[in-house]
């Protein structure tokens, strides 16, 4: 691909404006897109800020001003857009949060426009005290991370898209991140993000936190059209390839009497950067064979190690496209039934693998015998592959919802997920004649859930206010994987079945929780949660010279309570004070459960068949003080004792690698977060937060080593924020900022060191502008990564990304 020459952007901010961003960083104030009556009830209904689990007081002093701020936005939507200064986390009241025992942050769709967003998951990236891995544009491979939680351990963050599960748990891993694709950016109308397990509501998979988006619904005739193209020049070694990409969306959306619908398109165009390396330590090599190669690079690992780096998977293409339809129908003014269909169809092929090793000649050089070094290495056949990955998933939701003028709250979901197809195709001869074809692996994955949850709540007044809610929910998980040898990897022509795995899980619960109002100064949470839970049907099977041989896994059933408790007192009204506490349960998913490979004699190895759920003893004091009319500061105190964590490690007595119960993890930690939407001048906004987390290994018998030691991929420190300006009506100005200390990627934490491999600590700086014209369009320019940091968690990240973005919305 053609080089483009650097940047002048590229220059490196100095230690002095590093020590002033790192000490004042600040989050977003949003463009207000609501109406004017609608903005006018979320000040009165709530403070600004970026906690509130029970904020639902209003201070009457701030009842007059709304109402005139109500009549000015009147005048001004008669006279064209208006912009103004609310903070991304200011609040809407939600049932499904205003009585949440937990930490509340909040973004709305208005402060989303503010800041560079590509993907749904870009939305989370501000969040205190979270992290959102991201390796590239359209990665499937990106999970949530909430409160010093490990980025492979996706099963303890729960993501709900209008009420329906688009978390994936069929797994606990990188490869199974929340379907973010089923939502799009443009649609969402906010996001909570709840912090930890406290809310019997929720089932285990909470134990970090829970990310609940609401999509908008249309309440007249709406159609929007949003492109956007973004750049990138990505250098490591010896990798320097300039990456287009690009996403088109457009929707149109109305409501006709009792019947809404709203139904979007979105494509995504994506040139990937390579995330990981060919690489060779240089211990390894054997006496030279006469073969010399050169082009490698030499550096050293995370544990101090000489290796040699030898070529990468190059730049891959990557597409998705997603086709959403929403319907709702109002069946009294009370209740309404709605339903979600989506489809997305995924791409990604790696047809371009990059030796960087040369012969004499100057011919590329991808497998046999090589001198690199002064040392020899055999490079196999499939050392560099060709690949290419399709699917096809389908996601359908049904929702009721009643809520009557007698105070009984009713809602009940039902959804599925299936993968209509999941093949992955792979080459295992040398480039370039793998190109057209010839010997190769194929894997065939079949999957999906179903799930259930109804609640029913109703308030009850005995000695104050009761709201009491009950539910039930429902969870069955299924997976179907084949590994076949192919004779054809392109066309597909399978040979012999290398290996297959099935397994299920199901759980039933029942939950009862009653948020007590004692006094208007107090308040009591009391909730429990009962689980039942099973693995079955898990089996492994290969074919071998006498035919299919299959072997079946052992069933595992558990049930458990989960207690919890929370408590609320407010001395005055800029002050609240909560302190929560819960027990929470987090069952194995089908991957980490059924585990582990077969022999050609029919023995499955690696499975765990004493494998435990995780339980954590989670704790939450939280301090909120008001700061004006428009500000709010928080001070989190947080301590999560967790047993029998479940994680991928080696037996130091068996070096039997598999997943295993780490007897104790505590993981505490102190977050603190402040809020202003107008400081010091009209139209700038500030938003600063920091989180100390310290996670320890207390007790692991399988590996003592690790005890003692930082858990890993889990950073002593984060520090983020934003600050935003809107010098006039129409324009605005975003400046944002990430640091996260060096964390540890093993157990031992023996790796010291960072680069590819590695773990960095880093500090990225983003901005964007954005202009309104015609009161219908908005134009924005942005930049990510302004320095052009390079780091790593692991896998190289983006380097400085050039976004241009251009709205129409009717």
């Known amino acids: 691909m053609k080089k483009a020459g650097r940047s002048l952007l590229g220059l490196r901010v100095g230690a002095g404006a590093l020590s002033l961003l790192l000490s004042w960083q600040i989050f977003i104030p949003h463009w207000s897109t609501m109406g004017a009556q609608a903005l006018a009830q979320e000040r009165q209904a709530d403070r600004p800020g970026t906690e509130s689990a029970q904020n639902t007081l209003t201070s009457e002093r701030e009842a007059p001003q709304a109402s005139k701020e109500a009549e000015g936005m009147a005048r001004e939507q008669k006279e064209g857009y208006r912009l103004e200064e609310v903070t991304v986390t200011g609040k809407i009241v939600d049932e499904a949060t205003a009585n949440m025992p937990a930490v ?76 973010w694709f089923f939502v799009a950016p443009e649609e969402i109308e906010k996001v909570d993000v709840i912090y930890g397990p406290f809310s019997a509501a929720l089932s285990g998979n909470s134990l970090s936190g829970t990310a609940m988006i609401t999509t908008h619904y249309p309440e007249r005739l709406e159609m929007n059209v949003d492109a956007k193209y973004f750049f990138q020049r990505f250098h490591e070694y010896k990798t320097d390839e300039d990456l287009h990409s690009y996403t088109a969306y457009g929707s149109v959306g109305d409501k006709i009497g009792k019947f809404s619908f709203d139904v979007w398109y979105r494509r995504l165009e994506a040139d990937v950067n390579p995330i990981q390396y060919v690489t060779k330590l240089a211990s390894t090599g054997k006496p030279p064979v006469g073969n010399p190669v050169t082009g490698w690079v030499q550096d050293t690992d995370p544990q101090g190690n000489s290796r040699f780096i030898l070529g990468s998977p190059g730049v891959q293409d990557l597409t998705n496209n997603i086709f959403k339809v929403k319907l709702a129908y109002d069946l009294t003014p009370d209740s309404q039934i709605r339903f979600v269909s989506a489809l997305w169809d995924y791409d990604h092929y790696y047809d371009s693998p990059e030796t960087y090793l040369r012969d004499a000649r100057g011919n590329p050089v991808y497998s046999g015998k090589v001198d690199v070094g002064g040392v020899s290495f055999n490079l196999s056949p499939s050392t560099f592959t060709y690949s290419r990955r399709e699917m096809l998933d389908l996601l359908n939701g049904l929702s009721y919802t009643l809520d009557t003028p007698g105070g009984l709250k009713l809602t009940a979901t039902a959804s599925s997920y299936h993968k209509l197809s999941d093949l992955n195709r792979q080459s295992s001869t040398a480039p370039p004649v793998a190109e057209s074809g010839g010997a190769g692996r194929v894997t065939d994955t079949d999957g999906g859930w179903y799930i259930l949850d109804v609640k029913a709540a109703h308030d009850i007044k005995w000695f104050g206010i009761h709201t009491l809610s009950a539910g039930y929910h429902f969870d069955y998980y299924y997976t179907d994987s084949e590994d076949w040898n192919a004779t054809d990897w392109l066309r597909d022509v399978r040979a ?99 585990y582990g490979g077969i022999t050609p004699l029919g023995i ?39 047993e029998d964590a479940i994680y991928m490690q080696t037996n130091s007595y068996t070096l039997v690698r598999n997943y295993q119960n780490v007897d104790k993890v505590r993981t505490r930690g102190i977050e603190f977060a402040v809020n202003k939407r107008r400081f010091l001048v009209d139209g700038l906004g500030v938003f600063l937060n920091v989180a100390w987390t310290d996670s320890e290994i207390l007790r692991n ?38 640091y996260a200390s060096k964390p540890f990627n093993t157990l031992d934490n023996s790796d010291k060191r960072g680069g590819y491999g590695g773990i960095d600590d880093f500090v990225t700086f983003d901005t964007r502008v954005s202009y309104r014209f015609l009161d219908t369009a908005i134009a924005s320019i942005g930049v990510d990564n302004i320095t052009d940091e390079r780091y790593h968690i692991f896998h190289p990240y983006p380097r400085r990304t050039f976004l241009a973005e251009i709205k129409w919305t009717y």
Do not use: C
Request: glycine content about 8%; hydrophobic content about 35%.
């Open 496 to 594: 012999a079945l290398n290996q297959g795995s099935r397994g299920k899980t199901r759980t039933h619960a029942l939950f009862l929780e009653d948020t007590w109002k004692l006094h208007e100064k107090w308040a009591v949470y009391l909730g429990g949660r009962y689980e039942w839970w099973s693995g079955f049907d898990g089996a492994k099977y290969t074919d071998t010279a006498v035919g299919r041989i299959t072997s079946s896994l052992e069933d595992k059933y558990h049930d458990d309570f989960s207690p919890k408790f929370s408590t609320t007192f407010t001395p005055t009204e800029n002050w609240r004070l909560r302190f929560s506490m819960a027990l929470a349960t987090r069952y194995p998913t089908v991957g980490e459960l059924f």
């Open 701 to 738: 018998d399988n590996v003592p080593e690790s005890v003692g030691k930082t858990f890993p991929r889990v950073p002593e420190w984060r520090v983020k924020g934003v600050v935003n300006y809107s010098p006039t009506d129409r324009l605005a100005f975003t400046f944002a900022s990430h």
């Open 104 to 179: 509340v942050e909040t973004v709305t769709a208005a402060g989303i426009e503010r800041i560079n967003v590509v993907e749904t998951q870009d939305v989370f990236k501000y969040m205190p005290g979270s992290y959102l891995r991201k390796l590239y544009p359209g990665s499937t491979n990106s999970p949530l991370v909430i409160r010093g939680n490990n980025s492979e351990l996706t099963a303890r963050t729960l993501v709900l898209m209008d009420g329906f599960q688009i978390s994936d748990f069929l797994a606990s891993g990188h490869s199974n991140a929340p379907k």
């Open 604 to 642: 499955i190895n690696n499975a765990n068949p004493d494998l435990k759920p995780e339980r954590t003893f989670a704790k939450d004091f939280t301090i909120t003080r008001l700061i004006g009319k428009d500000g709010e500061a928080r001070l989190t105190f947080f301590q999560d004792d967790i």
